[in-house]
């Protein structure tokens, strides 16, 4: 069993890496291509890992929220671009997925008359603008639905091979 650090507020690589109860040493085995001191200067914030770091992190340790985790908040055009994507559960995603459809249908109507003319007016924007915020709702929960997904496949409660040949029909 690894020993376990003392250090308050780990950072997601250093608590992901220590809840499988791996060593720095362990890790880099596992990982094959970090050594056990970028592990320690990732963990430690001596250093921003690459991205190919946070795949390999994210694939060994069976971790897809490393990947949006440094999207998120380490990469530049990812802190603009990406949402943080939060852990939930399938129901959870499928009602709030349903809750923004509805909410959707009911404003379609008036996303056609906003759209129609290829112009935006003043007194449309607000409309226009709650609209918009409807469909990034969406959006971000599509993205937690494939996150769940990512994590079943990884944690082996999706059959990796049935899945990928129904994706790849």
Not at 35 to 62: A, C, F, Q, W
Not at 86 to 98: A, H
Not at 144 to 154: P, V
Request: charged share 30%; net charge negative; glycine share 4%.
């Amino acid at each position: 069993m690894a020993k376990v650090s003392t250090k308050e507020n780990k950072n997601i690589y250093h608590s992901t890496r220590e809840e499988l109860g791996l060593s720095r040493e362990a890790a880099s085995e596992l990982l094959e291509i970090l050594s056990p001191e970028r592990i320690e200067r990732i963990e430690n914030e001596k250093m921003v890992p690459h991205p190919g770091d946070v795949l390999t992190m994210s694939k060994g340790y069976r971790a897809p929220h490393l990947c949006n985790y440094y999207c998120s908040n380490e990469c530049p055009i990812g802190q603009e671009y990406v949402p943080e994507i939060k852990v939930k559960d399938l129901s959870q995603i499928i009602l709030e997925m349903l809750a923004s459809l509805n909410s959707t249908k009911k404003r379609q109507e008036k996303l056609i008359e906003i759209t129609a003319d290829g112009i935006i007016d003043d007194d449309e924007l607000v409309d226009f603008v709650h609209i918009q915020e409807e469909l990034e709702k969406i959006s971000i929960t599509v993205e937690t639905l494939q996150f769940w997904a990512e994590q079943m496949l990884a944690e082996g409660k999706i059959d990796l091979v049935k899945y990928s040949a129904i994706r790849n029909k």
